[in-house]
């Protein structure tokens, strides 16, 4: 929510049994298991996402017709929403009074999803930076008990509307759930802040169904610099520090997509080195285009791809006008369309996806003022010259590619058998120095 840019129950806890990779040992059967379920996830990208059925070859030329001829085969799984942010801020967390069924305040509703074909989304469990935590971060904070409220009215939500939404833990999951017509739902934490310095409270959000962090907010915390949001702010780590190096691996291990959204270039490049899993932008537009700290600059886009010397990734473009537009007033699908095509120019269409921060944004582009509006932004690129492979990738395809290389590296750690990481944060009073042992 203004001025920073954004100012459901587990239905089956057997689901998050995912974290079976913690085994040091892996017997010959997960294996096979594991390559049926990698080998599955494919083939229902492929065909979810990529051959769409029986068009094979041609969408209609109308654009709006295209964009919704394929949104029907490819819906858009947005990397960034903040429902559950509106629903703290306005109905102090009481799910009996939402009711997602009928036109909300915000941008987010069944009816308006349905309309703009949104196949799933990262709930976002976002509680904002501290301004009470101190320089070192030590003093306690409400943030982990915000963060678990986040995660608890996500849940209640998904629950309370089963109908409509799911909760999904893999990309074999998604793509199941959207096959079925329902609404992927997965939960992003927005901030290192939000983990209260301890890399057993990121295992427990992971253990809740969590799927991604996003490195940092508009603050610095234990692990990270940010990038600030329209005017840099002085550096801390210069990057990552040891603990955020270690947090890294531990993301890489549990399956944790790690998000470099919001964090600073050095964070970000740094990230980008070490991580050996897939990363995610979950929402930022690029700073070519628009020259703030909070959008992505080229020499952090160069190192995003398949090649020497990059990692794999999507980059899930805002929409805020503030952030993607010189003149906020006039920003509009085609100016959202400018960022799509610029991010994939310098790393390629394979490495765009949606992120559109409805419910965190206070202003709207003209033309996608909420999430019943995803067709026209798919038109418009269609116009654009882009196939349908192409706009399936942006979409879908390309975060689920994302995500399941990161489930892979998981199940690769797990075979190696790397350990949970033990680091502790060395400010912290409460824990004896691992030195005196
Ligand atoms: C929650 O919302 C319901 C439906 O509006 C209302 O009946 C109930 O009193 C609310 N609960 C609390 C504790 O405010
Ligand atoms: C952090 O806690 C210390 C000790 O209680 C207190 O003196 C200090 O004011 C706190 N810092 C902030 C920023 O609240
Ligand atoms: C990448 O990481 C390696 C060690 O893993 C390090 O030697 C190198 O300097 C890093 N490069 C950058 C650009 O951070």
């Known amino acids: 929510m203004p001025p920073t840019e954004e100012t459901g129950l587990l239905t089956h806890i057997d689901g998050v049994d995912e974290g079976t990779v913690r085994r040091k040992t892996v017997t010959r059967a997960v294996v096979r298991g ?38 029907d085969q490819a819906p858009v799984i947005d990397g960034h929403i903040d429902l559950p942010e509106l629903i703290r801020t306005v109905y102090a967390n009481n799910a009996s009074a939402v009711e997602l069924d009928k036109p909300t305040r915000g941008h987010v509703d069944i009816p308006r999803i349905r309309k703009g074909k949104l196949g799933g989304f990262f709930w976002s469990v976002y509680v904002d930076c501290p301004s009470d935590a ?58 290192g802040h939000q983990l209260g310095n301890s890399l057993g409270v990121l295992r427990t959000y992971y253990a809740l169904g969590v799927r991604y962090m996003t490195l940092t907010h508009v603050c610095h915390n234990a692990f990270a610099d940010s990038s600030g949001l329209f005017t840099g702010i002085e550096p801390l780590h210069h990057g990552l520090s040891p603990l955020g190096e270690a947090l890294v691996y531990e993301m890489n291990r549990l399956g944790m997509l790690v998000d470099l959204s919001h964090t600073s270039d050095d964070t970000a490049l740094q990230a980008l080195n070490i991580s050996r899993a897939p990363v995610i932008f979950s929402h930022s537009a690029a700073r070519a285009l628009h020259d703030i700290p909070r959008n992505v600059p080229d020499e952090v886009l160069k190192k995003v791809g398949t090649g020497p010397g990059q990692q794999d990734g999507v980059v899930m473009v805002n929409f805020y006008p503030a952030f993607v537009s010189d003149h906020p007033d006039e920003a509009d699908v085609s100016t959202v369309a400018d960022h799509i095509d610029y991010i994939a120019s310098v790393t390629s269409r394979k490495h765009v996806g949606i992120g559109s921060d409805y419910d965190g944004i206070e202003t709207t582009p003209i033309g996608l003022e909420d999430v019943s509006k995803y067709p026209a932004l798919i038109a418009e690129l269609y116009i654009r010259g882009w196939g349908k492979r192409d706009l399936a990738g942006l979409t879908g395809a390309n975060l689920l590619r994302v995500k399941a290389g990161a489930e892979q590296v998981a199940l690769q750690m797990a075979r190696e058998g790397a350990l949970p990481a033990a680091d502790i944060y060395e400010k912290r009073p409460d824990l004896p120095s691992r030195r005196d042992h």
Not at 58 to 64: A, Y
Not at 135 to 152: C, G, K, P, Y
Not at 165 to 178: K, Q, R, V, W
């Open 134 to 191: 101190g320089e070192e971060f030590i003093n306690a904070t409400w943030r982990v008990r915000d963060t678990l409220e986040q995660i608890d009215i996500s849940h209640q939500l998904i629950e309370k509307y089963r109908e409509t939404f799911e909760l999904t833990l893999t990309a074999a999951d998604i793509t199941s759930a959207i096959s079925r017509g329902k609404v992927a739902s997965l939960l992003g934490v927005e901030g």
């Open 34 to 71: 594991t390559l049926l379920v990698v080998f599955a996830v494919a083939l229902a990208v492929v065909l979810l996402y990529n051959d769409l059925g029986e068009l094979a070859g041609k969408l209609p030329k109308d654009p709006h017709k295209a964009a919704a001829v394929l949104l």
